[in-house]
């Protein structure tokens, strides 16, 4: 697609399982990042790819939180044994020239996590 | 350290009012790159602009205009004649080490009224 694509586009869980989230970057781009959005705490950095590598894991809150990505494209991020402040919605973005700030962030529409 | 600080919180015109939203960037670095972004009630984060800190000239882009001032380390975004669809969040966000993260301020939230 055109777009940055994230699914699903929502999802409720209970608290205590685990969630996988999708993203799927813009076709060439070689920098994925993640990052979550929740009431009162603004955008927060989770994670940057560069290809398959992670060099910038500083903004995963627990051990409980984990991504990978594979060729260089699809990312998926895990979240293990959610808990309720752990609901969010994560967005994810690509960038095709990271670093030099001559190419933004796209953003795709996120996912809005529920854990009851 | 690094800050973003983007002091109003929210802020509400009238219709074909002018709206300037403040950014300040604080920071040690001599060479950044700054960029807007608006968040619709949709939820999308839409790219609006992005400047770098060796160019201070303003630009205006149709309705859109940017003012940068490095000495104050302020970017500010000031929309003329605002329109009802202008209500959004708008965020300024600095990048932030070698991989280009963005660090986002907590943004302002523009409510234009008919």
Known sequence: ?116 | AQKVTQAQTEISVVEKEDVTLDCVYETRDTTYYLFWYKQPPSGELVFLIRRNSFDEQNEISGRYSWNFQKSTSSFNFTITASQVVDSAVYFCAPISGQGGKLIFGQGTELSVKP
């Open chain 1, 1 to 116: 697609g055109a777009g940055v694509s994230q699914s699903p586009s929502n999802k409720v869980t209970e608290k205590g399982k685990d969630v996988e989230l999708r993203c799927d970057p813009i076709s060439g781009h070689t920098a994925l990042y993640w990052y979550r959005q929740s009431l009162g705490q603004g955008l927060e950095f989770l994670i940057y790819f560069q290809g398959n590598s992670a060099p910038d894991k500083s903004g995963l809150p627990s051990d409980r939180f984990s991504a990978e990505r594979t060729g260089g494209s699809v990312s998926t991020l895990t979240i293990q044994r959610t808990q309720q402040e752990d609901s969010a919605v994560y967005l994810c973005a690509s960038s095709h020239a990271p670093g030099t700030g001559s190419s933004p962030l796209h953003f795709g529409n996120g996912t809005r996590l529920t854990v009851t």
